[in-house]
C-alpha cells in the first residue's frame, strides 16, 4: 500500500493533537480517522478497513499496551506504529514484542510522523510481494526459500545471519538498537545477546559487501545501532 490516499486511524486523546496530525497528513494525501480513546478506536476497526493504526499509549479508558496486543490479535497484517510521552524504554520494547512496526517518542516531529508511516506502508507493501523477495538494488532476499543473493551470486548465511538480516531487510532505512535486533530474532542466552549480534553482522557483510571494512549496505550508526540501506547500488 502507498502512503498516497491510505487511510489511517489515529487514537489519540489530545484532541488538538490528534486535529493537527489529521491536517498535516491530508495535505500528504493520506485520509485520518481519528477516536480519542480505545473503545472508540475498536469501534471504528470494526466498522472500517485501515491501511495503518498510530496508537497514543496514554488513553483514558485502556492501557495502550494492552490495547496493542488485542488490536495485533484481531488485525494482524495492520501495521501499527506507536507513540508515547512516558519515554519509558520498557513501553518500547514492550509494544516491539506485541508486534508494534515502529515507535515514536512525544513530542514528534510531523515530518518524522510522515517519513515513519510512509516507511512503513512501504516495508508492508514489500512484505505482500505474491514472490516474497525483497531487493534492495542487487541485493534479493528470498523470505520463503530463505536466500539471499547478490547479482548472480548466492550469499552463505547461517539460519541466525538470514534472521538478522531480513528483520534489517523488513525495516530497511530505520535505525534497529542491538536489544531490538536480538529481540526480534528471539532465542535465549548468548546467541540473542548484543555481542552476538555484533558477530553476525560481521559474517553478514562479509557475505553481501564487496568491501565489509567499508559497508555500503548493512550500516553502523555509531551508538545507535544497524540500518539495512534502502537505496543500493
Same mark, same amino acid.
Given at each position: 500500500m502507498a502512503a498516497d490516499g491510505?487511510?489511517?486511524l489515529l487514537i489519540e486523546d489530545d484532541l488538538r493533537l490528534g486535529q493537527m496530525?489529521?491536517?498535516?497528513?491530508?495535505?500528504?494525501?493520506?485520509?485520518?480517522?481519528? %477516536? #480519542? *480513546?480505545?473503545?472508540r478506536g475498536q469501534r471504528h476497526l470494526a466498522q472500517q478497513p485501515?491501511?495503518?493504526?498510530?496508537?497514543?499509549l496514554m488513553l483514558p479508558d485502556a492501557d495502550g499496551l494492552d490495547l496493542c496486543r488485542t488490536i495485533r490479535a484481531g488485525h494482524p497484517a495492520l501495521p501499527i506504529i506507536m507513540a508515547t510521552a512516558r519515554g519509558d524504554t520498557t513501553d518500547r520494547i514492550?509494544?516491539?514484542?506485541?508486534? %508494534? #512496526? *515502529?515507535y515514536l517518542a512525544k513530542p514528534y516531529e510531523p515530518r518524522e510522523l510522515l517519513a515513519r508511516i510512509r516507511a512503513v506502508l512501504r516495508r508492508r507493501a514489500r512484505q505482500d510481494l505474491p514472490d516474497d523477495v525483497l531487493r534492495f538494488g542487487q541485493l534479493e532476499i528470498d523470505r520463503a526459500a530463505r536466500q539471499v543473493r547478490v547479482g548472480q551470486r548466492s550469499c552463505e548465511l547461517t539460519a541466525r545471519q538470514f534472521d538478522i538480516l531480513l528483520?534489517?531487510?523488513?525495516?530497511?532505512?530505520?535505525?534497529?538498537?542491538?536489544?531490538?535486533?536480538?529481540?526480534?530474532?528471539?532465542?535465549?542466552?548468548?546467541?540473542?545477546?548484543?555481542?552476538?549480534?555484533?558477530?553476525?553482522?560481521?559474517?553478514?557483510?562479509?557475505?553481501?559487501?564487496?568491501?565489509?571494512?567499508?559497508?555500503?549496505?548493512?550500516?553502523?550508526?555509531r551508538g545507535a545501532g544497524y540500518l539495512l540501506a534502502q537505496a543500493q547500488d
Open positions: 491510505a487511510r489511517i496530525v489529521r491536517e498535516y497528513l491530508a495535505k500528504a494525501g493520506l485520509t485520518v480517522v481519528l %477516536a #480519542d *480513546d480505545a473503545a485501515f491501511d495503518l493504526l498510530l496508537l497514543d514492550v509494544g516491539l514484542e506485541l508486534g %508494534a #512496526d *515502529d528483520v534489517l531487510a523488513e525495516r530497511a532505512g530505520r535505525v534497529l538498537s542491538r536489544e531490538q535486533i536480538a529481540l526480534q530474532i528471539g532465542g535465549d542466552g548468548i546467541e540473542s545477546s548484543d555481542r552476538a549480534v555484533d558477530v553476525h553482522v560481521v559474517k553478514i557483510r562479509a557475505a553481501i559487501e564487496s568491501d565489509p571494512a567499508h559497508p555500503r549496505r548493512l550500516i553502523t550508526v
